[in-house]
Nanobody, 130 residues
């Protein structure tokens, strides 16, 4: 059974940095896509960054050049390094992954509707104050 467990959220001031981690228990990094989504109250869940089996990455325009997605397959862990944080980055951040053997290009995975993503973590809160 796959279980995604996020950590690393918190409260920071604008301009600060955070690194989110997602440990993918029971997940096989083969023919896969993974990424980070975020959602704040009253808004739809938004794909922030994604990586696919080829190592290609995709970012939302709002976070490009500030956020970096990476993975350590030896630790079954996905990361999101967030720099130069802004108040508008405040949201619950969710780790997401496709079902085993189901693969999308990173750009496509980031735009999937939530119901089409295979697995979700429980989320970690990021709050950025001005």
């Amino acid at each position: 059974q796959v279980r995604l467990v996020e950590s690393g959220g918190g409260s920071v001031q604008a301009g600060g940095s955070l690194r989110l981690s997602c440990v993918a228990h029971g997940y096989t990094f083969s023919a896969y896509s993974m990424g980070w989504f975020r959602q704040s109250p009253g808004t739809e869940r938004e794909g922030v960054a994604a990586v696919d089996d080829d190592g290609s990455t995709s970012y939302a325009d709002s976070v490009k050049d500030r956020f970096t997605i990476s993975q350590d397959k030896s630790k079954n862990t996905l990361y999101l390094q967030m720099n130069d944080l802004r108040p508008e980055d405040s949201a619950m951040y969710y780790c997401a992954a496709t079902d085993g053997g189901r693969w999308f290009p990173a750009w496509r995975f980031r735009s999937l509707s939530p119901s089409d993503v295979g697995h979700w973590g429980q989320g970690t809160q990021v709050t950025v104050s001005s």
